[in-house]
């Protein structure tokens, strides 16, 4: 099973500033096939990126994903206020489907 | 405009066996698998298992093997998800989600439906 650890659990910053998420992967992604997903309370997650950089349908581009093999990031250019939220990898190289335990982007 | 829309909120009482369902339109049912995923509260999410409706092939993870069936019925386009002997820990928000390939990524995503698992 391939674990995915998020870092850092909590991340406070203020509406305009920059987010950097990681999302480590225990062994080799192949074919970056590490998702990124936004939830915010009593509502179902939603896809933001695929493929490790590809923006989802309607995903604004202030969403940015990168990174290769164990190692992930998502950025997020300038933080609007609808953007407080938790945010969580997925890996879907292998089965079973694993999720990180989520970043959490609060306002400071 | 593709949609999940999952059934109501369940209390049900430890041991017993709950069956949720996902009713989709919007696309061909048989052209996506259809996953479900369990969030605890104030916790994060995992993955249980998936049904293909085309072949009704079924994947299922080690956690919950034993306990989890997931269905397709082609005729209503719904997918059907039941957890037997229940405890206080399947206290969750249950998820359905569709993917393109077996392994894949989630999108969309139902509404999810909360279990309550309590004497």
């Known amino acids: 099973e391939i674990v995915l650890t998020q870092s850092p659990g909590t991340l406070s910053l203020s509406p305009g500033e920059r987010a950097t998420l990681s999302c480590r992967a225990s062994?080799?992604?192949?074919?970056?096939?590490l998702a990124w997903y936004q939830q915010k309370p009593g509502q179902a997650p939603r896809l933001l990126i695929y493929?490790?950089?590809s923006r989802a349908t309607g995903i604004p581009d202030r969403f940015s994903g990168s990174g290769s093999g164990t190692d992930f990031t998502l950025t997020i250019s300038r933080l609007e206020p609808e953007d407080f939220a938790v945010y969580y990898c997925?890996?879907?190289?292998?089965?079973?489907?694993?999720f990180g335990g989520g970043t959490k982007v609060e306002i400071k | 405009e593709v949609q999940l829309v999952q059934s109501g909120a369940e209390v049900k009482k430890p041991g017993a066996t709950v069956k949720i369902s996902c009713k989709v339109s919007?696309?061909?049912?048989?052209?996506?698998?259809m996953h479900w995923v369990q969030q605890a509260p104030g916790k994060g999410l995992e993955w249980m298992g998936l049904?293909?409706?085309?072949?009704?092939?079924?994947m299922y993870a080690e956690k919950f093997q034993g306990r989890v069936t997931i269905t397709a019925d082609t005729s209503t386009d719904t997918s059907y998800m039941e957890l037997s002997s229940l405890r206080s820990e399947d206290t969750a928000v249950y998820y359905c989600?569709?993917?393109?390939?077996?392994?894949?990524?989630?999108?969309?995503w139902g509404q999810g439906t909360l279990v309550t698992v309590s004497s």
């Open positions: 989600a569709t993917t393109n390939y077996r392994i894949g990524r989630f999108d969309p």
């Open positions: 919007g696309y061909t049912f048989t052209d996506y698998c």
């Open positions: 049904v293909d409706p085309e072949d009704d092939e079924t």
């Open positions: 062994q080799s992604v192949s074919s970056n096939y």
């Open positions: 493929g490790a950089s």
């Open positions: 997925q890996q879907y190289h292998t089965s079973p489907l694993t």
